[in-house]
């Protein structure tokens, strides 16, 4: 199998952990959440990660089995998302941001520097498997830039000496608390909560990760700010007469769909006036096809 950036998933390893009876039943179980099996294809890929470290030959095999799909359509969603991993990855997978904003603030810096340290290069695994390192495009935290995530908890307002003595940490099997988000397991255990299952001895333990307190300053910082300035949002100018008339369609909508009727007449789906009712074939300034038939209001071409 192929991705679509040419790398191939690589063979199962001597030592890999089997995919056993009990996993067989906990994918069942993932199936039976669906009304159609195959949208269980991505928990179970995440289960199959969270037993081998990575979507394996024998993994997108057990996929397609369980799903009734074939080995080339498990592997073509195994291999366009980036969370599947196609190599055996290591305790932890370190993430760096080096998108626009992270990286002008430091990150493709932190990025460089981690990988010099570690001898590895984006989606390579230290020799002693202790850490995969990647760079991510966005990790959706702008206002903590720069930021890193291991096994996608959060490290925020990162510089090169504080990811380093976070990486060192980890490899000596340390695991510092995220800035936010649930206290740190690792990469099989952060993949088997993906797939739907506790990655935690009981409740309680699940209860305290859920609850456990983080630093939210920078996302809260423009809230508090309004709050001591008095300051709201304005409201948004609605007229009764249009705000009942939508509502009311909106209502005659609903019923009509639960009847599997079309759309009521008067009710506006937002799409007039956007070309999506064409006919194909139709388009202005199609190849070979010729104009589209004007509007009646319009003069036909070469007539007055």
Do not use: W
Not at 189 to 203: E, T
Not at 218 to 233: D, H, I, K, M, Y
Not at 256 to 275: F, H, I, L, Q
């Amino acid at each position: 199998m192929t991705g679509l950036d040419s790398s191939p998933v690589e063979p199962a390893a001597l030592d890999l952990p089997p995919l056993t009876e009990q996993t067989r039943l906990e994918a069942r179980e993932i199936i039976a959440r669906y009304p159609v099996a195959r949208s269980a294809l991505l928990p179970m890929l995440h289960l199959v990660q969270s037993v081998q470290g990575y979507v394996s030959p024998e993994g997108v095999t057990f996929c397609a089995e369980e799903l009734g799909l074939t080995k080339a359509e498990v592997g073509a969603v195994a291999t366009f998302y980036t969370m599947y991993k196609r190599r055996p990855t290591g305790r932890h997978l370190v993430s760096v941001c080096t998108n626009t904003l992270c990286s002008v603030l430091g990150g493709q810096r932190i990025m460089d520097a981690l990988s010099d340290d570690l001898g590895v290069h984006h989606d390579e695994t230290t020799a002693d498997g202790s850490i995969t390192l990647e760079h991510a495009e966005c990790l959706a935290a702008c206002d903590y830039a720069p930021v890193v995530t291991v096994d996608y908890e959060f490290y925020d307002q990162q510089d090169v000496e504080s990811a380093r003595e976070l990486v060192a940490a980890l490899r000596r099997g340390e695991k510092p608390l995220p800035t936010r988000g649930a206290p740190l397991t690792d990469f099989k255990g952060i993949s088997r909560q993906l797939a739907g299952f506790s990655q935690h001895p009981d409740a309680g333990a699940a209860r305290a990760a859920v609850d456990h307190p983080g630093e939210y300053g920078p996302t809260l910082v423009g809230l508090r700010l309004a709050e001591e300035r008095g300051e709201s949002a304005p409201a948004m100018p609605r007229s009764a007469s249009s705000s009942s008339s939508a509502r009311a369609a909106e209502a005659a909508g609903v019923e009509s769909a639960k009847r599997g009727e079309p759309e009521p007449s008067g009710r506006d789906t937002g799409r007039r006036g956007t070309g999506t009712d064409t006919p194909a074939g139709q388009e202005p300034g199609t190849g070979g096809q010729g104009p589209a038939t004007p509007p009646p209001s319009a003069p036909a071409p070469g007539k007055a």
